[in-house]
């Protein structure tokens, strides 16, 4: 087994809690790779020998992003959507039948092409974990290959059947299929089911439902939540003890109890209102509150076409008032703990060698230097990429 020292860390944020502050971040530090794992993390002064050295040259490293809400897998281009909501058209669910169509028209091996390239730019990004959904087949077989393919890019996949009601179906006999027929193909290529949860989507009887009927053949339960307004589907995942909640931007008292009780996460997406004018989630409350909040990209063709996290970071930071170390936590460990994942999203002995090399001196430059490509080197699984 090889090792790697990485060393003259200027700013190591190690997410280890032991470590103090809310990213446990170690100064003039170094870190040892064995393999794909951390072995060591410690003052460089002390950092033991290994076969490959790297000199960080005072730059900062940080656990690579963990993106624990993304839709990759369609087909098709909504630019002239998007230009025409920044001309006044506001954003509504239907859109998504636009990309349906043309993800149920691609072959295989466009889906897959396509997956690979936002794969790849998400990893020259610092994006080392990502999740992906289906839900622009919407059909049996075009949602089981749907998860077929993200199948082959991570572990992290989610069933997303209960994304819209296609046009034309009656959404009684929908949600029949979609956790009758289509739950039994697509399960074996799902670790999570997710309903999107909203009007004009389904409603919370139809996601409780959903979700009995994952969490009968052992999938986990998600939910788009309180994107376009208020509603009960932040309840439900509380009551349902949900490992995460995603979008949360309208939210009475009431659900903001409900999650710090459940301790459910509240996934803030904060590309997804950049991308629609939509008022942002207020992560201020959430964390003032007690609510554990990760930030993933959502990156999608309709509402967030962005493969960013430092953009997210950035806009967190910017325009949902958390601090740059509360926005780095909340991309990195934040995402690990909305996927329940303990192997990746911090630097310590053991966990999965994920780290970022930042063209920086510390983590603050992800929100402070916007929409610069900072990210200098990346390693997954121990390789640099
Ligand atoms: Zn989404």
Known sequence: ?????????????????????????????????????????????DAPAADTYVDAGGRAVLPGFVDSHSHLVFAGDRAPEFAARMTGEPYAAGGIRTTVAATRAASDEQLVSHVARLVQEMLRQGTTTVEIKSGYGLTVHDETRSLAVARQFTDETTFLGAHVVPTGTDPAAYVDLV?????????????????????????????????????????RGRLHANQL??????????????????????????????????GTIATLLPGVEFSTRQPYPDARRLLDSGV???IASDCNPGSCFTSSMALCIALAVREMRMSPAEAVRAATLGGAEALDRDDVGALVPGRRADLVLLEAPSHVHLAYRPGVPLVAGVWQRGRPV
């Open 229 to 262: 307004g208020p509603g009960p589907g932040v309840r439900l995942a509380a009551e349902l003890g949900l490992t995460a909640v995603d979008h949360c931007t309208y939210l009475s008292d009431e659900d903001v109890a409900a999650l710090r009780d459940a």
């Open 179 to 219: 956790t009758g027929p289509m739950l039994d193909a697509a399960a074996p290529y799902a670790r999570w089911i997710d309903v999107f949860c909203e009007t004009g989507a389904f409603d919370v009887d139809q996601a409780r439902t959903i979700l009995a009927a994952g969490h009968a053949v052992g999938l």
């Open 1 to 45: 087994m090889t090792s790697t020292v990485i060393t003259h860390i200027g700013e190591l944020t190690t997410n280890d809690p032991a470590r103090g502050g809310p990213l446990g971040i170690l100064e003039d530090a170094a870190l040892v790779i064995e393999g794909d794992t951390v072995a060591w993390v410690g003052p460089a002064v």
């Open 292 to 294: 554990r909040v990760a």
